[in-house]
């Protein structure tokens, strides 16, 4: 069954750095659009190396299915280029949540208490 896409495409790229600012519940659909939009993106910047910074609002928890696919689209950008993930979470859910994707991916998950730490933690790493 094909549903609506439901999740936001806030997302910005500043210099390697692609931070992705969910607030709103999303589902498989929306999270294919959102890493569809984001790949497309960093092809067209020929980004070679590259950090996903997820910063999840209140809001921002998956439908059961948007795992899988969430799974798949990191693998996708590790095939891209992404080295790292680099993740703020509101709640104890959303970590619960990533920590179980990251167990399925070949990318690095660390968790951050704010957006400024995940971004000079990611300005670090890209600097070396």
Same mark, same amino acid.
């Given at each position: 069954m094909y549903f609506e896409a439901h999740g936001n495409i806030d997302f910005m790229i500043t210099k390697s750095c692609v931070i992705n600012r969910p607030n709103t519940p999303?589902?498989?659909e929306g999270v294919h659009v959102l890493f569809t939009t984001i790949l497309d993106q960093i092809e067209k910047r020929s980004l070679a190396k590259w950090v996903l910074i997820e910063v999840l609002g209140e809001q921002a928890?998956?439908?059961p299915d948007a795992m899988i696919a969430l799974v798949k689209q990191y693998e996708a950008c590790f095939n891209n280029g992404c080295a790292h993930i680099h993740s703020v979470c509101s709640n104890s859910v959303q970590k619960q949540f990533l920590t179980?994707? &990251?167990e399925h991916t070949r990318l690095n998950i660390y968790f951050?208490?704010?957006e400024a730490a995940a971004? &000079? &933690?990611c300005e670090e790493y890209l600097s070396n």
């Open positions: 999303f589902n498989e928890l998956p439908t179980q994707v &990251a951050y208490n704010d971004m &000079a &933690a």
